[in-house]
């Protein structure tokens, strides 16, 4: 008694523990914790900071500047030697520390139109991550979704042997008993106790791929690996929408992030370039400072004490700068090429989701086809019309249809999410 006490104890310490997740919650968990996602938006956050720092520089730039400087007491007082005066007179005496405060601003009036370029550039920039960003999403996404089918997969297989192997222990049973009272041969039997053996190995090799199905769930939504988590997959439909090939193609090439950002990019080059040649043009600021200085230049003679004075200016510069124009531009070619390479992908994805689709239907009939065989042979057999082989061909046909079947309906749903990311929709 107190040791099925601790086991149902333990067993339902299990069960507390165990997550059973949606497919939603799955998304929500994995895109929360996906690792290449926050890389992503890394990047992102930089571009944005990128714009907003040459946005700035089209705004006056302010400087405070304080400075103390202590002289050698070997500095001479300033005098001046007149040819009517036997001794020289002195203007002013050494003035050993100094103190300077200014502040001052600057702002560009023309630049030769760099900061329009960049600024145009850097907002480019930020749009081609913004692509980045949203193509990484769907493909952690699609990540999560094959890692989720696939353990849905595994968990339902697990179970249909399971079954099997549970009927086959019922009609070992009877064939124990029909050879007992001398109906069938031990070689029967046997038959069907060899069947049995090699069931219960599926069944374990079942159990073994559901735990590494699990464990690749786990790493796909980024919780730990050891985590007895369980999917909950409500009853899927199998119809899908009718595409139209030449639609869903111009679709993709409207929509794929890849393209985009790679069009951006491109366009960023370009005003890059832009930049680059506005070197070639004067570069004009307003300038303009307050000083506070003891002593201050601008007072003659030099005293010891603080004065201000203030000054307003126009500066007028040129810069030698080197944007990088061959390595920033991006070719024409790559655009027409990865173009060509996503028409193949959707062209690919669409043939895929037919393919599965017309499988899910045969599959279905061949279970039904071999459910109504195994029933109708496993009633032959307890009135012993048929044979132990023929018990066992039946068992084997059902349990390789209803494998199929859950294979076909997995491979359905990973078809027609592939299609969907090929053609640039969101699908988390």
Do not use: C
Request: cysteine-free; glycine content about 2%; hydrophobic content about 35%.
């Amino acid at each position: 008694m107190k040791k099925l006490l601790i086991i149902i104890l333990f067993a339902s310490s299990l069960f507390a523990q165990e997550k059973i997740l949606t497919l939603k919650e799955s998304l929500e968990i994995g895109l929360k914790n996906s690792k290449d996602l926050k890389i992503s938006k890394t990047k992102l956050n930089y571009a944005d900071s990128k714009l907003t720092e040459i946005n700035s520089q089209f705004l006056p730039q302010f400087k405070l500047l304080g400075n103390y400087t202590r002289l050698s007491d070997n500095i001479p007082p300033f005098e001046v030697t007149m040819p009517f005066s036997p001794n020289p007179i002195r203007i002013s005496e050494p003035i050993l520390n100094n103190y300077t405060f200014k502040f001052g601003f600057s702002q560009p009036l023309f630049t030769g139109f760099k900061l329009l370029s960049l600024r145009s550039s850097a907002k480019l920039n930020l749009n081609a991550s913004e692509q980045d960003y949203s193509k990484e999403g769907n493909e952690a996404a699609f990540n999560i979704y094959s890692a989720y089918w696939n353990y849905y997969k595994t968990d339902e297989i697990k179970k249909v042997i399971a079954q099997t192997l549970q009927q086959m222990e019922n009609h070992l049973k009877d064939t124990k008993s029909f050879f007992e009272n001398g109906l069938i041969s031990k070689n029967d039997m046997l038959k069907l106790e060899v069947q049995y053996s090699n069931t219960k190995l599926l069944l374990i090799e079942a159990e073994n791929n559901l735990e590494l199905a699990r464990i690749a769930f786990n790493k796909a939504i980024g919780i730990e690996l050891t985590s007895q988590t369980k999917v909950a997959a409500s009853e899927q439909s199998y119809n899908y929408e009718k595409y139209q090939l030449a639609n869903i193609i111009d679709e993709a090439i409207n929509n794929r992030k890849e393209l985009k950002s790679l069009s951006y990019r491109y366009e960023a080059s370009k005003e890059g370039v832009s930049a680059a040649k506005s070197n070639w043009l004067p570069s004009i600021y307003l300038t303009g400072n307050y000083y506070y200085s003891n002593p201050n230049p601008r007072f003659q003679p030099a005293k010891d004490e603080f004065n201000s004075n203030w000054d307003v200016g126009v500066t007028l510069s040129w810069d030698v700068w080197n944007w990088g124009l061959t390595s920033s531009q991006v070719s024409q070619a790559e655009q027409d090429q990865l173009k060509e390479n996503i028409q193949m992908e959707v062209y690919s994805n669409y043939l895929n989701l037919i393919k599965t689709e017309e499988k899910v239907k045969v599959n279905k009939e061949a279970l039904d086809q071999s459910l109504e065989n195994y029933r109708i042979t496993s009633e032959k057999y307890n009135t012993q019309l048929a044979t132990s082989t023929e018990l066992i061909d039946a068992e084997t046909l059902k349990l390789q249809a209803e494998t199929n079947l859950k294979t076909a309906e997995v491979d359905f749903q990973i078809a027609k999410v592939k299609l969907e990311k090929s053609l640039g929709r969101v699908i988390y």
